[in-house]
C-alpha cells in the first residue's frame, strides 16, 4: 500500500491511497486533472472517495468526482452544503458507524470546525492498520 499525497495545504488537499488491486481517494480539493495523473488515468481502480467537510480545499472537484463514476462518501452536512445531496453516487455516513469501500473499513468520528458537520475518519486495511484522518480543527 502507498500513500499518494498529490496536495496538502491551503490551495487543495488530495491523497491517494493504492495499491495493485484498488485506490482510495481520500479529499478531492485539486484539479481533477491532477487526480487523474496520480492515479495513472485508472479511475477504475478506485473504490471511492472520502470527503472530510465542504471547503474548496478539500472539495473543489466533487463534481467531477461524481461524474466520473465514483462514489463520495461524506456526512449528510457535507453533502448539502455542496449540492450533492440528492446525487446517486453521494453516499451519506454517520458518526460511529463503520463502513466498507473495497478492502478499507471507515469509521467516521465528529470534529470541531467552521463548516455544516465535519468529519475526521479512521480508516483500516489489510495492508496498512489503521489510519486517521484528521484535518482542520480548530
Not at 479511475?43 to 472537484?61: F, N, P
Not at 450533492?84 to 470541531?112: C, E, L, W
Amino acid at each position: 500500500m502507498q500513500l499518494h499525497v498529490i496536495n496538502s495545504n491551503s490551495l487543495g488537499n488530495a491523497y491517494i491511497l493504492e495499491n495493485s488491486e484498488e485506490a482510495l481517494l481520500i479529499e478531492c480539493g485539486v484539479n481533477f486533472k491532477l487526480i487523474k495523473q496520480a492515479l495513472n488515468f485508472d479511475l477504475e481502480k478506485v473504490v471511492g472517495c472520502i470527503v472530510t467537510h465542504e471547503h474548496g480545499d478539500h472539495a473543489k472537484a466533487i463534481g467531477e468526482v461524481l461524474a466520473a463514476g465514483i462514489y463520495v462518501y461524506a456526512s449528510w452536512g457535507t453533502h448539502e452544503a455542496l449540492a450533492t445531496s440528492t446525487h446517486h453516487r453521494a453516499k451519506v455516513v454517520y458518526v460511529g458507524k463503520s463502513f466498507q469501500i473495497g478492502n478499507f473499513r471507515v469509521m467516521p468520528f465528529d470534529v470541531k470546525h467552521d463548516v455544516a458537520e465535519p468529519f475526521g475518519y479512521l480508516i483500516q486495511h489489510p495492508e496498512t492498520g489503521t489510519i486517521l484522518l484528521l484535518t482542520d480543527r480548530y
